[in-house]
């Protein structure tokens, strides 16, 4: 009766709650892991990674956000039986549905976008400590390397290059012979599909 449809409610709003909080999480995650903060701090013109990394994380967190105070309303709506309240967490539902679908839609059609800008801020760091333009560029590569576990292009002839040389982390076994720009796709390729995992979810939950 009464009880088991509040007790249901009140389930749903929880489920709310922890799919807001998982997307707050992930967007936190995001937009101070090491892994994306090194690419994005990097300073040159066309870095347009940091422009979706901290779009991204404002989106993100709206998002999460939302589905968090739509799921408080909703809990203090049924415990209250509030029409007001309840018709204020639809709308929030609401909303949170209308952030959702464009960032589905964003990700599917701009599906290696991120991809693309990483690798292209790791080709102009690399390209510009080839150059011998500044150590500071050098310590980037050398911090990209450490922290993405690889070590600079594959060589067709399987050659070390310069680059490679001054800038690749000693004493790491399999860590010479990673190939960067494998290894920054292969690492977003399973970040995004918990991403899109994540919005899947979250899309469907709203409905």
Request: hydrophobic fraction near 45%; charge should be neutral; charged fraction near 20%.
């Given at each position: 009766?009464?009880r088991?449809?509040?007790?249901?409610?009140?389930?749903?709003?929880l489920?709310?709650?922890?799919?807001g909080?998982s997307?707050?999480?992930?967007?936190?995650?995001?937009?101070?892991?090491?892994?994306f903060?090194?690419i994005?701090?990097?300073?040159f013109?066309?870095?347009?990674?940091?422009?979706?990394h901290?779009?991204?994380f404002?989106?993100?967190?709206?998002?999460g956000?939302?589905?968090?105070?739509a799921?408080l309303?909703?809990?203090?709506?049924?415990?209250?039986?509030?029409?007001?309240l309840?018709a204020?967490?639809?709308?929030?539902?609401?909303?949170?549905f209308?952030?959702?679908?464009?960032?589905?839609f964003w990700r599917?059609?701009?599906?290696?976008?991120?991809e693309?800008?990483m690798?292209?801020?790791?080709?102009?760091?690399?390209?510009?400590?080839r150059?011998?333009?500044?150590?500071?560029?050098?310590?980037?590569?050398?911090?990209?390397?450490?922290?993405?576990l690889?070590?600079?292009?594959?060589?067709?002839?399987?050659e070390?290059?310069d680059?490679?040389?001054?800038t690749?982390?000693?004493?790491r076994?399999?860590a010479?012979?990673?190939d960067?720009?494998?290894?920054i796709?292969?690492?977003?390729?399973?970040?995004?599909?918990?991403v899109?995992?994540?919005l899947a979810?979250?899309?469907?939950?709203?409905?």
């Amino acid at each position: 009766g009464m009880r088991s449809t509040k007790c249901q409610l009140l389930a749903t709003s929880l489920c709310a709650m922890l799919l807001g909080l998982s997307i707050a999480a992930l967007s936190t995650v995001t937009h101070f892991g090491l892994h994306f903060t090194l690419i994005s701090n990097v300073t040159f013109e066309s870095n347009s990674y940091r422009v979706i990394h901290n779009t991204a994380f404002r989106v993100g967190m709206c998002l999460g956000m939302t589905l968090i105070l739509a799921a408080l309303l909703s809990s203090v709506a049924t415990v209250r039986e509030s029409e007001r309240l309840t018709a204020m967490g639809f709308f929030c539902f609401a909303l949170a549905f209308c952030g959702l679908i464009p960032a589905a839609f964003w990700r599917y059609t701009h599906r290696t976008e991120v991809e693309d800008s990483m690798m292209d801020v790791y080709d102009f760091v690399y390209e510009e400590v080839r150059k011998n333009t500044s150590s500071a560029r050098r310590q980037e590569l050398t911090a990209i390397h450490e922290t993405f576990l690889c070590c600079g292009k594959r060589s067709p002839f399987g050659e070390t290059g310069d680059v490679e040389r001054r800038t690749c982390p000693p004493g790491r076994p399999g860590a010479a012979e990673e190939d960067c720009l494998r290894e920054i796709q292969d690492f977003l390729k399973k970040h995004m599909g918990f991403v899109s995992a994540l919005l899947a979810i979250a899309i469907c939950f709203v409905v």
